[in-house]
């Protein structure tokens, strides 16, 4: 046994030089993944275990700072938490869904008009910030001239102007609705490109297996053929959703909102982070916030994730 784990390291360098070109090749990203992905992840889960507030050394206070976010952080446990629970049920299902929808009907559409509809929707999630302060803020601006506003005063369906942006009632529907909007990015085209992986054929063999409509087509056979690009872009929904946070800043210009009304994990993590400077606890809500996703990454791959024999 002591041979072989003494032998082992060097057949793995063996392996390693044998295939070396393919190594260097890979280089480039691995380095770059390493470098950006990888060290920031360990020196989050490293420093989650310590009190820093970037000018000190860190100090090791094992797990104080996650009995604290259970325990004594009520502004995670009543806002931020519940807030982006309800925030990812809707932006992520309802979007990914609508994504699909959409792409599904542009696909039905003659060759020579599709890529103008897809632009179209695909332009908005290019724009960004941009967007957000020009469109949108001008969309719910809380006087007389924003759009939203202007519209409901001539319909008669208010008596006097909403402060969309600034009213807590509101503004996380209204932070709902702009996510979703801008939902439709690198996902949406890869399931609009998934629809042309699908074998025709599948269809014709459909119809005389028994199924009458577009609805069981849709259920039965191109849902099942283009899981990759379903698992895609659910990942990308998942990673969009979980890091939309900016968005209640870049929406009221405020890092935190009135009254905790937008306030989600991210913004959360801001706030532990560039405005108190207490990098030990926002690192740990950032591992808390990446277990999160890990979980939520399973579930799609559950869902979507190719089984034995497919």
Known sequence: MRLRAAVLPTGLLKQIWKERTAYLFMAPFLLCFSAFILLPVIMAILLSFTSFDAFRFPEFVGFQNYIALLTQDTVFMKYALPKTIKFALFVGPIGYLLSFFVAWLIYQLPKSIRDVITL???APSMA???ALTVVWQAAF???YVGYLNHFLLQAGLIESPVLWLQDPRYLLNVMILVTIWMGFGVGFLALLAGFDT????????????????????????????MKPQMLFSAVMAIVGTLKAGAISTQLTGMPITQQYAGHLILNHIDDY????????????????????????MKLSYRLFGSRDGE
Request: proline content about 2%; cysteine-free; glycine content about 8%.
């Open 198 to 225: 699908v074998n025709k054929e599948l269809y014709e063999a459909g119809k005389i297996d028994g199924i009458s409509n577009r609805l069981q087509e849709v259920f039965y056979i191109t849902v099942p053929s």
């Open 141 to 143: 601006s809380g006087d």
């Open 120 to 122: 179209a929707f695909y």
């Open 128 to 130: 960004g910030a941009i």
């Open 273 to 296: 982070a560039f405005i108190r400077f207490e990098l030990g606890y926002a690192s740990m809500v950032s591992v808390v916030l990446l277990l999160i996703s890990y979980v939520a």
